[in-house]
């Protein structure tokens, strides 16, 4: 059975998406704790550990992500783009981007945003037109 996260990359659930190639996908977190917070995902395997990708999809996933974290800087005002790898909540390897102003924005336990939809999607398309711009 397809994880969630595979049904978002195939289009069968709608996203935010900010950024896509032919094997790596990238959109908005809908529980985001920052404006920006985009999860990074390989689309053809759903292992749910990292560690357990094979080198090419590994390395494929983490080049993808640094584009896109370049893009999310250049969309979204922050300090820097934080990184976290968690994999807990879904079954699918993951990468967390999230815009940071100090380091306490990347803590997990804090209150997540709750976004418009008009917000999340203008956030996406300009990460997504900087993306483009790459």
């Excluded at 640094?66 to 699918?92: D, T, Y």
């Excluded at 993951?94 to 917000?119: C, M, N, W, Y």
Aim: hydrophobic residues 45%; glycine residues 4%; contains cysteine.
């Amino acid at each position: 059975m397809a994880t969630i996260f595979s049904r978002i990359a195939a289009g069968e659930i709608p996203s935010w998406k900010v950024a896509e190639n032919e094997d790596y996908y990238a959109f908005l977190d809908i529980s985001p704790l920052a404006k920006g917070h985009t999860l990074v995902i390989p689309k053809h395997v759903e292992d749910d550990y990292i560690f357990h990708l094979d080198e090419l999809t590994y390395a494929g996933l983490w080049a993808f992500a640094r584009k896109v974290a370049v893009a999310l800087k250049a969309a979204v005002p922050c300090k820097r783009v934080g990184v976290a790898v968690l994999g807990m909540e879904v079954p699918h390897t993951h990468i967390h981007l999230v815009p940071l102003q100090t380091e306490g924005d990347l803590d997990f336990r804090k209150q997540h945003l709750s976004l418009e939809a008009e917000e999340m999607k203008t956030i996406a398309d300009s990460i997504l037109a900087e993306y483009e711009k790459l």
